[in-house]
Each structure stands twice: as structure tokens, then as C-alpha cells.
């Protein structure tokens, strides 16, 4: 009987740990399903041309990220064309996030140095979107990129 009394108790142990298994599971399955987030972004420009290849040809009107994670990092690169008659220096800030929150979790930084653009010259730049580790209830979010050419 004894013998009968541990295969018992070995099998609730087996029965409670896959249930616990389970359990652990869906939570986790809870947790992850607000940690990808996706967008599309639109590019706005003021005095200046935003490009995908260095001739200037194929314009960017707005850039997918992708599906991202907490803690990623992803970058883009673009071709930035002075289009004004004069020397101009760039400036990049971001609008209209939707939803308001995302940019607490996130932040765009390029690689612009500052220097001064002639009529008709192209830099090349590298955008760069952070998402925090600490990321959540996000699902899905969109902003604005404004680049301007001033001076």
C-alpha cells in the first residue's frame, strides 16, 4: 500500500506542476502581447528634400519601423538634399504621436552633425529610434518626423 501511496503523490506532484506550467503560460502569453509595437511614420520637410538613395530620386514620404521590441534599437538611413537658394543648416524634431504616450518610451536621434549645407547638396543621415525595456500597454503608435533647412 505504501508503494500505492507514492505513485499517488508522485502523480499529483506531476499533475500540479503541469498545471502550474500552464498557468505560467498564459500569463507570460498576457504579458508579451503588448510588446510589440509597429508603425508607419510620415516625413515632413521644410526647405529641404528627404531621399532614399544619394541621386535624390526616390523621395520619402514616410518610414516603417517595423514591428519592434522593448529595448530595440532600429535605424534608417535617408539622403537629405538642401533644395533652398541659400547655405542652409538642418534642425529634426517630432510631432504628433499617436497615442501621446509613445514618446515617453521612445526617442529618435540622427547623426547630423550641424554643418552647413550649399544649394543642391546631399548629406547622408542615420535615424535612430530607441524603444525603452520599460515599454507597455502599446500596441501600435505613429509620429512625424519634421526636418527644416534654415539659414
Do not use: H
Not at 526617442?107 to 544649394?119: A, E, K, V
Amino acid at each position: 500500500m505504501e508503494r500505492g501511496k507514492a505513485v499517488a503523490v508522485a502523480a499529483l506532484a506531476l499533475v500540479s506542476y503541469t498545471l502550474a506550467l500552464c498557468a505560467v503560460g498564459q500569463v507570460m502569453s498576457l504579458l508579451q502581447a503588448d510588446t510589440t509595437v509597429s508603425n508607419v511614420g510620415a516625413v515632413k520637410a521644410v526647405g529641404v528634400g528627404v531621399y532614399w538613395d544619394s541621386d535624390c530620386v526616390d523621395a520619402v514620404a514616410s518610414i516603417n519601423w517595423g514591428t519592434l521590441e522593448p529595448g530595440s534599437i532600429e535605424t534608417v538611413d535617408v539622403y537629405i538634399r538642401n533644395e533652398g537658394n541659400s547655405a542652409s543648416t538642418l534642425s529634426m524634431y517630432t510631432e504628433n504621436w499617436t497615442p501621446t504616450e509613445a514618446s515617453t518610451y521612445m526617442t529618435l536621434d540622427w547623426d547630423y552633425s550641424g554643418q552647413s549645407l550649399n544649394p543642391g547638396e546631399v548629406v547622408a543621415v542615420t535615424f535612430t529610434l530607441t524603444v525603452s525595456s520599460s515599454i507597455q500597454g502599446i500596441t501600435s503608435f505613429s509620429f512625424d518626423i519634421v526636418i527644416v533647412g534654415s539659414g
